[in-house]
């Protein structure tokens, strides 16, 4: 269950790379809108996913 939780938490640090990487001034600058939604989606799913584990974890308990 600790790899599960660590392995959202470094999903959500992937979608903050995303959303930070700087793409101008190269060839895959036309790619930084797409960047930007997936970076965007992979924090909030990964977070809900985390926020979902601890409301389960505390209603069990």
């Known amino acids: 269950m600790d ?3 660590l392995l ?17 001034d190269t060839f895959l600058a036309s790619l930084a809108p797409v960047t930007t939604i997936i970076g965007v ?3 909030v799913i990964f ?11 505390l209603v069990r308990n």
Request: charged share 10%; aromatic share 8%.
């Open 3 to 5: 790899r599960f939780i």
């Open 47 to 57: 977070a809900l996913v985390i926020i979902y584990k601890g409301v389960m974890a």
């Open 41 to 43: 989606l992979a924090v």
């Open 8 to 24: 959202m938490l470094a999903s959500i640090l992937a979608g903050f790379a995303l959303l930070r990487v700087p793409l101008d």
